[in-house]
């Protein structure tokens, strides 16, 4: 399902039979979105994974990975909380204030 695996970097594990998967490469590290399917096919389950390269001593590339497993019964307050925590940082903490410090109401 991956095209070329990404150089071998992800290696998927194969808990689950893959129905989709969308890669997103963000600079040093890369997404993956995995939909899968329960043994027997009757449900379906979200895997995120971030892969980072990094570069050891020896000057070999590892991966370092980090999955979450995302259940149908969560997708709802899932993205929902993420949509909430996007949006707060996008507003409140990116945003210019014109303000100087001396006028920041804390």
């Known amino acids: 399902m991956y095209s070329d695996d990404f150089d ?3 290696a998927p594990e194969h ?3 893959e129905v989709y998967s969308k ?3 963000a600079g040093k590290r890369t997404y993956f979105f995995d ?3 329960t043994k027997g096919n009757n449900d379906f389950y ?3 994974t971030e892969s980072k390269r990094k570069v050891e001593s020896s000057g070999r590339f590892t991966y370092d990975k ?4 995302l259940y149908k019964e969560d997708f709802d307050k899932f993205a929902e909380g993420l ?3 996007v949006e707060y940082i996008r507003t ?6 014109p303000a100087a410090p001396e006028d920041k109401e804390f």
């Not at 980090?66 to 497993?69: A, S």
């Open 46 to 48: 979200l895997t995120i």
């Open 35 to 37: 939909v899968k399917a």
């Open 15 to 17: 808990s689950g039979d």
């Open 66 to 69: 980090h999955k979450i497993f």
């Open 92 to 97: 409140q903490c990116l945003k210019e204030n």
């Open 23 to 25: 890669p997103v490469r």
């Open 8 to 10: 071998g970097a992800y």
């Open 83 to 85: 949509q909430e925590a």
